[in-house]
């Protein structure tokens, strides 16, 4: 899933997309950053090292009860 995941690149708002049409003009300052793709925790966490800022991360965790098969023992989730 996770290298699904990296294959999409998210460095611009999709031009056609609802998103962009509603919201494109709140963020005129936006820089596109064409090939960026969606970084694991690891890597996001290294990012916010190298800014030099103390950003505060609020990160949920989401288990479907009704598919266990699709989630990792307790153990391995909390590690």
């Not at 997309?17 to 090939?35: E, I, N, R």
Request: hydrophobic share 35%; proline share 9%.
């Amino acid at each position: 899933m996770l290298e699904e995941l990296q294959r999409f690149d998210v460095g611009r708002i999709k031009p056609v997309s609802q998103y962009h049409l509603q919201y494109h003009l709140q963020f005129l300052s936006q820089v596109p950053s064409d090939g960026s793709h969606i970084p694991t925790l690891t890597q996001l966490f290294a990012l916010a090292n190298e800014s030099g800022k103390a950003p505060r991360f609020n990160i949920e965790t989401k288990i479907l009860t009704e598919h266990p098969e699709d989630a990792p023992d307790p153990v391995t989730f909390a590690r």
